[in-house]
């Protein structure tokens, strides 16, 4: 593993990390909303057959917020721009994850060019949340979340980094009976709370994701071999909605059963075979 620090042409800088041998095809991988590149901890040492690229999106992780107003365009063009930068000798593959999904699909809206032809979205945010849409209360809940942490300055601040609060939350999406891996998964979930770069800017862009959703980049997806992984217990993004935007996108569904938003540390095996299985 090899920590980098590439400053963009635009004067943005953003973190990465590399793994294995930069001769393999290259796979990068895009974390989801609150993450950073330590999120695909245990799918690292499943990849070896790819030279992995993780990048922490701006804003999250290590790399610095380049502006308050950035957005999912934003993060797009900036994923983009990085990928340029890294002057690769041919596009790589790329892989989002949960918000990270739509960061891939605005990119390669962009620059459809940036990309090989094999796109993979493990659990995309599949469509905008509607009035009667299962995930509404959820949803809900978080917006209130990062609107009281922004508005009340002390209260908010101990809301924003409350290890109680982020317990509960985590618990609600695992699916693992594992004591072990369920408190490693906490403890990560806990580190990402040491690395929020603006609890203001958060809520505007937890607001535009579920403003938003893959099936609105179907033109731009449709250019490409299109692979969703997605839990058939996860209801952060539910099979049945994942269903449809497939079908929608002309994109193969790989569902991985017993598991739900998660997979990426609770299933890392079952992923990295269907990722390997779709590359390969």
Do not use: C
Not at 22 to 50: A, M, N
Not at 150 to 174: D, F, Q
């Amino acid at each position: 593993m090899t920590r980098h620090l590439l400053t963009l042409p635009s004067g943005d800088e953003i973190a990465y990390w590399t793994h294995h041998d930069d001769e393999k095809p290259v796979l990068i991988l895009v974390h989801g909303f609150t993450g950073s590149h330590e999120g695909f901890q245990y799918l690292v040492p499943l990849l070896t057959d790819f030279h992995l690229i993780i990048p922490d999106l701006p804003g999250f992780g290590i790399s610095p917020l380049p502006d308050e107003k950035l957005n999912l365009v934003g993060l797009g063009e900036l994923l983009a721009e990085f990928i340029d930068a890294l002057q690769l000798p041919e596009p790589p593959h790329l892989l989002g994850h949960s918000m990270g999904s739509l960061v891939v699909a605005e990119a390669v809206r962009r620059r459809p060019d940036i990309a090989a032809q094999k796109l993979i979205l493990v659990s995309p945010v599949p469509a905008p949340v509607g009035i009667a849409d299962a995930r509404r209360g959820g949803a809900m809940l978080s917006q209130l979340y990062y609107a009281i942490s922004h508005r009340l300055p002390h209260v908010g601040a101990k809301l924003a980094t409350s290890r109680r609060l982020t317990r509960l939350s985590t618990t609600v999406i695992m699916t693992t009976s594992d004591k072990e891996l369920q408190a490693a998964i906490h403890n990560h979930h806990f580190d990402n709370l040491d690395h929020i770069s603006s609890i203001g800017w958060y809520r505007r862009l937890y607001r535009q994701i579920n403003r938003t959703g893959i099936s609105r980049y179907r033109v731009a997806l449709q250019r490409f071999d299109l692979l969703i992984i997605n839990g058939n217990k996860d209801s952060v993004t539910p099979l049945k909605r994942q269903k449809k935007v497939a079908k929608l996108l002309g994109a193969k569904l790989m569902i991985i059963p017993n598991v739900g938003h998660l997979s990426h540390y609770e299933m890392p095996e079952r992923l990295a075979q269907g990722i390997k299985n779709f590359l390969q």
